[in-house]
C-alpha cells in the first residue's frame, strides 16, 4: 500500500489551517489547538515546513508562522517532500537513484513513468486546493502515456 506519513498528513492538516487565514501570524500552539493535535508535533511539523521554505517563522509579540509564498503557488508535492523526501516509486524513480540490477532490470522505464505522473498529479493540486473545503475535480483519465521521461528529472 502507497501511504504517507502522518506527520506528512498533519503538515497539510496545519498548512491548511494557515493558509485559510493567510493574513495573520500562527503560534504554534494556536494551531495545535485549531487543528487538534499535539503541540510538539505541530512544532515538529513547523520547523521541517520551515526548513522546507514552506513557511516563514518570526519571533516575537507578533511572531508565529505564515505561508512562504501563496497557497496557490505551493503544491500537494512540495508539502510531501518537506517532510517525506522525494516522490517516487522506487530508489531508480528518483533522478539521484542508483541500482544494481540496471542491466537486467526490464520495468524502471515503466516505474519512472508512474512516478511521473504521480509527480505532475501532486504538483497539481495546491495548497488553496487543500484548503477548501469542497472536493477537488480530478481528470478520470490520466494521460500517461502521453508523459514524457525527459520533462521531469527531479
Known amino acids: 500500500m502507497l501511504k504517507l506519513s502522518r506527520l506528512t498528513d498533519y503538515a497539510a492538516v496545519v498548512m491548511a489551517q494557515i493558509a485559510r487565514h493567510p493574513d495573520q501570524s500562527h503560534a504554534a500552539g494556536e494551531l495545535a489547538e ?42 500537494a508535492r512540495d508539502i510531501i517532500t518537506a517532510i517525506e523526501g522525494p516522490v517516487a516509486m522506487t530508489e531508480c ?31 497539481s493540486v495546491t495548497l488553496a486546493h487543500l484548503a477548501d473545503t469542497t472536493p477537488i475535480k480530478l481528470p478520470v483519465h490520466l494521460p500517461i502515456q502521453s508523459v514524457s521521461l525527459a520533462a521531469d528529472t527531479a
Do not use: F
Open 93 to 123: 524513480s528518483q533522478a539521484d537513484g542508483d541500482c544494481d540490477l540496471v542491466s537486467v532490470c526490464g520495468v524502471a522505464d515503466n516505474w519512472q513513468r508512474v512516478s511521473l505522473a504521480i509527480r505532475t498529479l501532486l504538483d
Open 34 to 75: 485549531a487543528v487538534q493535535l499535539p503541540h510538539p508535533t505541530v512544532s515538529k511539523t513547523l520547523k521541517m515546513l520551515v526548513r522546507a521554505g514552506l513557511l516563514e517563522s518570526r519571533r516575537g509579540a507578533q511572531g508565529g508562522y505564515s505561508l512562504a509564498r501563496p497557497a496557490s503557488q505551493i503544491t
